[in-house]
C-alpha cells in the first residue's frame, strides 16, 4: 500500500485529506507545528488520532516546520513517501498584509523547501501542491488555467512563488509535480476567521441568544466557494492522474459575501440586516473583487465535479455550528 506524507495536516484541508487516504488504505504522515501550549494542535484530526502506542497503526505525526529546510530533508529520506501533499500555509489572506516577511517564508520558500528535500533525498514522489485562485487577483472571471496571474497580498504573491517553483521543478527535473489552483473551498472545519465560518459560527451563536452583531468588512467580494471534503478528493485524483498536469479546482458557481450572509442568517430564520455590521478592521489595503473558476478542464480530463454549491454549503456549515454550540465540540 501507499505512503503519503502531508504538510498542513492539523488544518482544514489536512485533516480531510488524511481521513480520505487512510481510508484508501495508505500510511499517512503528517507535519505538526510545535505549539507551546498544547502536546500538538490536533483537534481536527480527532475523528483518525491513533495513540503511538496502538500496534498496526497507519497516521504518524512528526513535529516539524516547513520553515526548517533540514528536517524535511531528514523525514522525505526516512518516510521515502510516494506521494507529498504540500498543504502548509499561513493561508489568511488579511493576515499576510501585517506579516508579509512570514507568510513568504512558510508559504513560498516552504514549498521551494520541500520541493528541493525530495530532490536531495533522491526518491520518485508525486508532489501536490495547493495553488490558489488568490493568484488571480484583478483578472476577470471565469478564471481558468489560462487566466493571467495578479495577485493582490503577500499571501497571493507567495503562493504565486511556490506555483511557478513547482512548475520549475517539473520542467527542470521532471519531477511529478502539479498544483491545484483550488477555489475558496469551506466546511464545519474552516478557520473560525475565514469570513464563511465567521459567519455561521455567528449565526448559531446569534440564534442561542449568546450574541447580536457580527462584523465584517467588504460584502461586495464574489467567491466561488465549494466543499473541502470534495477538493481534497481533486487532490489525490491529481496525483493518480498518468501525467503530472496543473487543473483549476472550483464549482463554476459563485455569490457575494451578503448573498451568503443572507443564506445562512435565514437558514437560521434570521434576518441579515438585523445582525451585520461593517468593520474597517476587515477591509484589505487591496481586494481580489470576483473570482469564479471554470473547472471545465478538471472534469474533463479527470473526471472531478463539484457536487456541493455555496448556498448549501451555508447550510451544512450553519447546521453543524448550531450543533457543536448545543452539543460542545
Ligand atoms: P489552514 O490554514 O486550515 O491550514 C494550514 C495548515 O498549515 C495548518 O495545518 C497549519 O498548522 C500549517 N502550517 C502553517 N504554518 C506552518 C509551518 N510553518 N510549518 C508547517 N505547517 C504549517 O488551510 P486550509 O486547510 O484551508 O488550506 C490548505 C492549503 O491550501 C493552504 O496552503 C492554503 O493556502 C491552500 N488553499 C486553501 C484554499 C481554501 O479555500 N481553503 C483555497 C486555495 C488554496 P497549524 O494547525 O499549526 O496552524
Ligand atoms: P479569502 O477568504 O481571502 O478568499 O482566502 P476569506 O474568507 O478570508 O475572505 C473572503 C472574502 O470575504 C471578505 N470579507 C471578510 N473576510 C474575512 N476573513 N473576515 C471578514 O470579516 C470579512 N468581511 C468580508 C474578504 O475581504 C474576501 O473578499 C481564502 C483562504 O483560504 C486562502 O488561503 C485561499 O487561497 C483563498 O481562500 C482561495
Not at 468593520?279 to 478538471?298: F, S, T
Amino acid at each position: 500500500m501507499k505512503t503519503a506524507l502531508i504538510t498542513g495536516i492539523t488544518g482544514q484541508d489536512g485533516s480531510y485529506l488524511a481521513e480520505l487516504l487512510l481510508a484508501k488504505g495508505y500510511t499517512v504522515h503528517g507535519v505538526v507545528r510545535h505549539a507551546s501550549s498544547l502536546i500538538a494542535n490536533t483537534s481536527r484530526l480527532d475523528a483518525v488520532y491513533q495513540d503511538p502506542h496502538e500496534s498496526g497503526r497507519r497516521l504518524f505525526l512528526h513535529k516539524g516546520d516547513v520553515t526548517d529546510a533540514g528536517l524535511l530533508v531528514n523525514l522525505i529520506r526516512d518516510i521515502v513517501p510516494d506521494e507529498i501533499y504540500n498543504l502548509a500555509a499561513q493561508s489568511h489572506v488579511r493576515v499576510s498584509f501585517d506579516l508579509p516577511d512570514y507568510t513568504a517564508n512558510v508559504t513560498a520558500l516552504g514549498a521551494i523547501r520541500l520541493l528541493e528535500a525530495v530532490r536531495a533525498s533522491r526518491i520518485d514522489a508525486k508532489i501536490y501542491q495547493a495553488s490558489t485562485s488568490e493568484m488571480f487577483g484583478t483578472t476577470a472571471p471565469p478564471q481558468d488555467e489560462g487566466a493571467p496571474f495578479h495577485p493582490r497580498s503577500p499571501y497571493g504573491v507567495a503562493k504565486l512563488y511556490a506555483h511557478w517553483a513547482t512548475v520549475n521543478y517539473r520542467e527542470s527535473y521532471g519531477m511529478f509535480a502539479v498544483n491545484g489552483i483550488a477555489f475558496n473551498h469551506e466546511s464545519p472545519r474552516r478557520g473560525e476567521t475565514f469570513v464563511t465560518r465567521k459567519v455561521t459560527r455567528a449565526v448559531a451563536r446569534i440564534a442561542a441568544g449568546l450574541e447580536k452583531k457580527v462584523y465584517l468588512g467588504n460584502l461586495d467580494a464574489v467567491r466561488d466557494w465549494g466543499y473541502a471534503p470534495e477538493y481534497t478528493e481533486a487532490m489525490w485524483l491529481m496525483l493518480q492522474h498518468r501525467e503530472p498536469v496543473d487543473y483549476v479546482v472550483a464549482t463554476g458557481r459563485a455569490a457575494t459575501v451578503r448573498e451568503f450572509a443572507e443564506a445562512a442568517f435565514a437558514h437560521a430564520g434570521l434576518d441579515w440586516r438585523d445582525h451585520v455590521e461593517h468593520d474597517d478592521r476587515y477591509e484589505r489595503p487591496a481586494e481580489v473583487p470576483e473570482l469564479v473558476g471554470n473547472a471545465a478542464k478538471i472534469e474533463r480530463e479527470i473526471g472531478w465535479k463539484a457536487r456541493v454549491h455555496w448556498d448549501e454549503l451555508a447550510r451544512i456549515m450553519v447546521d453543524a455550528d448550531r450543533k457543536a454550540l448545543r452539543e460542545g465540540p
